[in-house]
Nanobody
Framework: QVQLVESGGGLVQAGGSLRLSCAAS????????MGWFRQAPGKEREFVAG????????SYADSVKGRFTISRDNAKNTVYLQMSSLKREDTAVYFC?????????????????WGQGTQVTVSS
């Protein structure tokens, strides 16, 4: 079992930056593909960014490409989402997710492990 805990959310002005963290316990993340998803009120959960378990291949939703960066620190067993040039439409609850030997898929159903989410609110 892998337990994932997100942190780093908060209130930020449009144009600002935040870094979300996803700390894992129970298992090392070395063999896990990781993803970040978000869900705004009244909307479906959507893919934000993903990283494959091997080779570090990353993928991003078009809406965040060039503004967000996913990374991992295996020594700290933590995955990060650096968010810059934030927009109001980035406001959502952000979730990290893990899948053993995962590819960093954009499909939520490909992930077995989820954190509880952290709220990001971008004000104008």
């Amino acid at each position: 079992q892998v337990q994932l805990v997100e942190s780093g959310g908060g209130l930020v002005q449009a144009g600002g930056s935040l870094r979300l963290s996803c700390a894992a316990s129970g298992r090392t993340l070395t063999n896990y593909g990781m993803g970040w998803f978000r869900q705004a009120p009244g909307k479906e959960r959507e893919f934000v960014a993903g990283m494959a378990w091997s080779g570090g291949r990353t993928s991003y939703a078009d809406s965040v490409k060039g503004r967000f960066t996913i990374s991992r620190d295996n020594a700290k067993n933590t995955v990060y989402l650096q968010m810059s040039s934030l927009k109001r439409e980035d406001t959502a609850v952000y979730f990290c997710a893990g899948a053993r030997y995962g590819s960093g898929s954009l499909r939520p159903t490909d992930y077995a492990y989820w954190g509880q989410g952290t709220q990001v609110t971008v004000s104008s």
